[in-house]
């Protein structure tokens, strides 16, 4: 287990504190009675904040995770007989422990994606069982931003690809447990990568971005809309003491305070980035997009490495591990962190 | 909706706030990081806590809410043919949205309790189809204890139940979403009505009791235990920074809290009770055990009552209505709310 | 075990033989190569008949068993947060061991019915929930005709209650195991209790019948039938050799086969209810409507019974017992058996 | 639609008849009455003939169809948080709809086999997350045998998949829909690639190989074997007339039926091989092993072809066709054939 008392931790993001201006709004709203449910005047709040940000025509639902956000929204998509496309290395498919198969009962298409960006032409390979009865019937196709591969589409690629979703009768359902720090990366508004490209569902996260716990379902279809509200619960996704994420929302959401954080956590990737790509050795596999940095190193660095940093390795047949960046880290945490990995690399 | 600005509510004790020492938990852990998951070290402290309270043969696991906790729970229990007998009032009957047909695919059997407590001789008739395979094979009894009527199994009536389940194969789940609220009321420890009457599974409530989110499935058979882990992540239950529910009832069991937080809302179920048991026209219907008064009025007086307070009606054929006291309640709550059922009635 | 080798049984009318012309149209079709799953001549000719009998804006899938033309066709009605009304006696409730539950993941709301049958009033008592998401949602009316105690709903009685369903945006499915002893029964044709009435989906019983094996999923309602195709397949009721099911139920439409059939069984069943009805110690507990007689005797009396003939108790708390007859049965098969049941009496 | 009234299909082994003695059987125990639900004395019979050819320590299950056989055998082996590991041609993956997702609710893990055939080595590598909540568990090798590509495993690879999934903890189930084909090409006993070499759930096929319809689910490990008569009802699978798949079986199993009909289509496939092999612009692209021909041809001539034989493309990326040959072919019917591609050859 990681030293927990001194140092940052490189494997999650999640790793992170609560920022304190969403502990600010937690303390704040502790008092008095109020509904339970959603149905108070904070979660009407959060919900007006989220219009402002995403445009008047949406659903918001909060919800308590991830896990929870992507398989309830999932499930406001598609039947059992239906089937979710999606990248071999999305979460939907490998992290969560098989919950869309359980609670959806579908079957998901992984298709292989080097960088973690599905495009047009490999989804186009999967419809050619539409309309036979003896096959999963393709529906939704669900991406994610920022890839779990610390990528990002491009606002066109996006467009790209939910045109061809939708010009093919498929919806297009969202991974946004980052997409904070894909929008701070783009330099666009949570909006443009949205809203504006037609997404239909998306997990709209706020855990990984200095949230306590609190993940958002924004359903753009005023059809899959009207019935979420029951998946929300039977999901076991509805909270009792609601105000309790909604002001944490409201706050991520004012004062640009979620812009900042993903842009912090970027900046921090980036200059882990910049330091390790010099170091003989160490192999950067993926572009730095986001908060994520990849990277290739010799199996006893990394044994080396973890006794005082914990971090995940990613895939072991070729040597390859995750470090995450988070909001509240800062230059000296990554250039300690960089110390360290220059000192594990000398011992070999 | 609930005018939120004066007054306490009586429609559920999740509409309380979270507990100033609770709140003070959180503040205090956020600083640092921490391993997700539930692999920190204040996680393993909460645990311990539990191990301290309830014995150190049990296996315990964090999660967000009561729906989680008593379905993931359950579904460590039974398979898809096997069926949960419970109490036709059981919050997981009708208050769960058929959460647990669906993500168990399990049949429950509903069984008519006037006081919302199951007797050995329902459960026994029930029995008869064991071994057929056209009947789904009751395998699990479920009982909530505080009940959802507020009445209490006494601490003979459980070892009687959990003999007679045990007698017959059957398992036996606990939603104790108010446990602590029996406990009190009974003035025994929380491992008297627990692990001392040979309950498996439990649902320990902390989110009615001053947390502001978090229950807990404590498993008391290792064979059920050993992969609850994967079935809390499908249910989309396993919170990522887990250190933020586990600081919380690392409070909730410090210093008797959770028993003075209990106690006070029983306090001011009994004194609600006994102050309109004496106004004509309302009747108490059930005995008044723990922090729940259910009564019935005329349909004009609870109208005009729900102008001011926000509750819930119970049986609507025959004006049952329920009334809910919390922890944050004071006497002067009370007082003020049955001058305003005086009122109420003298209008009519 | 029943003793086969002489003597009729009244425990089912699944215990009967394959009728002999559908036997011969078996015979007959077994001849050359065909397109397999539904995709042949022969299961063409099929619909067309049923579209004679019901009319031509139905859609017609051929099933397997009654398990699953009631499963899969009331998983074409509902999602998993809604519920299914039905009597508490109804098959789905009580004899698939629960398969609705695990194939559809949604709650039953069984209602009871001293006779089988479901009425207006009672429905509407479930309806308060709806628009609570805590609640599963009352969707579909599910209906046996003839009912599960033998007895039937007149055309008035379906034509109240579909139009009490359809007011409340309720869809309604009729179980029809046992449809054919029902208008045999009304003198009605099968179109009057069924398309005439308003029924959404019907399950069409054949194996009760004179079939081998086969029941069929009727879709009245173009909305859900366009995707029952692939809930049949997942349902696992997608017969690869579907000729040998599509030819028995050409053989059955024909001639009046099926009404034939089903009178004599009616007629059984009034015989034997006529001569026992005389029998001190034995009462008749139902409007003997179909081809069921259930009686309440002497447990003794029964035991005696049992050791001869082979057939089922109903309800055990009250001595209550099930006769079935068969289309393969004739006037001495029931004189023979009453003959055993006058002896059976005269030992206690 | 192919055109019915000439020629042979060589689109699936299920376009074929009943062969004339599983006929005779079903007319010849349509007399007297039979208690249903397979509680008969034909149901034991044939369990007794799986036994003396499968060893006496099985448990013997018959049902409807293959696809209720995987889905029904493989529910009794996992639960949802498990996962199956099984090539990604298996029928299971590709074939049913989801069903085995939306019956049993766990995920699929799918490996690339050109072959059809999984290895040890492939199954090694999926391992590494045992243990881990974030993923689901493998617990379960599908194998099919005859492959969906016509090949076969052989004794020792058979053996030394078990072996290697044993020592890991993981059970091993067989698709056996075509699994008469294997033995008869194999020169060996049903008993040597199924009981000896450790299987613990077979699906084993009946309608490819001269059934009406009629799979069976055969359970080696006792322990699966004690709940499998629930999944089996739940699953749709439990025939009440079951004496009609009875006799089928016992007849199939009589006389080595099975594997003179099996023979014969293999020996078909061969033929139609041997001439094919021959023409130029047909390429055989896999091993022909039991009885089915993979070819690679150019479109139009495939275009020609199915004008007047039905058939289906396998891979329509590369142009690959599949030619499944079965027992009611004789040499004419496959020289009539050939002759037909010769044709469709000179053309283009």
Redesign the interface.
Known sequence: ??S??Y???F??D?????H?KI?EA??KV????????G???HTEKAIEKFKEVLGQEIDVYLV?????AN??GLASMV?????IICSEAAHIN??????P???I????LPLPTPDGKLRPEQIE?TL?VIGV?????PSVVSITQSTELGTIYSVKELKDLTDFAHRNNLLVHMDGARIANAAASLNVSLKEITTDVGIDVLSFGG??NGL??GEVVILFNKKLAQ?Y?????????????MR?IAVQFEALLSDDLWLKNAKQANTMAKLLASKVEKIPGIEITQPVESNGVFVTMPADVAKRLQQEY?FYPWN??IGEYRWMT?F?MEEHDILDFVDVVKQAISLF
């Open positions: 287990m990681m927990e008392r140092r940052r931790s494997a999650s999640n790793n992170a504190i609560v304190p502990m937690l303390n502790n008092t008095g009675h109020c509904l339970s449910y149905e108070d005047s308590y995770n991830g896990t929870g398989v309830t039947t059992p007989y239906q089937a490998v992290d969560e422990c098989g919950a198969q359980r609670f009962g579908c079957r998901l390979s050619s009865e003896h096959h999963s019937q855990t990984k306590m716990f019935d509200k029951y998946t929300r619960k039977q999901g076991m996704q509805l909270a009792s003491k309790y914990f072991e047949e988070s509240d």
